[in-house]
């Protein structure tokens, strides 16, 4: 594998994808999340709002956090975050605070994503991609609700 290959978007979704696989295992919405700078991962999360009893312990959340002590920033113009599932307006909120410079986001989340209320909620100059690995992403949700709806 070449390095183009090796640091392709693909190859950060497959991590975060990861991180969803580690939600989905503890019982938690099955999202996960990757920060990367410079081809380097420097912060990683899976939702865990059952596990820290805290509504905002969302992937993206605990993600920026994590990669805001990492670099000792609050901004993160240089970062790309690498979601699986469409942030909500919370986490849209946390990543314009954050001047993320690229959101790439899997499945659309047609009923609380971030993108029904328009593309205002984030930072004007975060670039953002959508629907990167998104089958992966639908089906490890789908699996999720339908084991809990058993």
């Keep these: 594998m070449d390095e183009l290959q090796l640091y392709s978007d693909e190859y950060w979704m497959q991590e975060a994808l990861k991180q969803a696989r580690i939600a989905f295992e503890e019982g938690e919405i099955p999202v996960g999340a990757v920060v990367v700078v410079k081809n380097r991962i420097i912060a990683k999360a899976y939702n865990q709002t059952e ?12 993600a920026i956090t994590a990669a805001s002590n990492a670099l000792g920033s609050k901004y993160l113009p240089e970062c790309r975050l690498y ?9 849209a909120g946390a990543i314009y605070w954050a001047q993320l410079g690229e959101l790439h986001y899997g499945a659309a989340d047609p009923k609380r994503g971030f993108s029904r209320n328009g593309p205002d909620l ?3 100059k975060t670039k953002v991609s959508n629907g990167l690995l998104q089958d992966n ?8 609700f339908n084991n809990l709806r058993n």
């Design 51 to 62: 596990k820290l009893t805290d509504v905002t312990a969302h992937a993206e959340i605990l």
């Design 83 to 91: 979601v699986t599932l469409e942030p909500c307006v919370m986490c």
């Design 122 to 124: 984030l930072h004007p």
């Design 137 to 144: 992403s639908r089906k490890l949700l789908q699996a999720f």
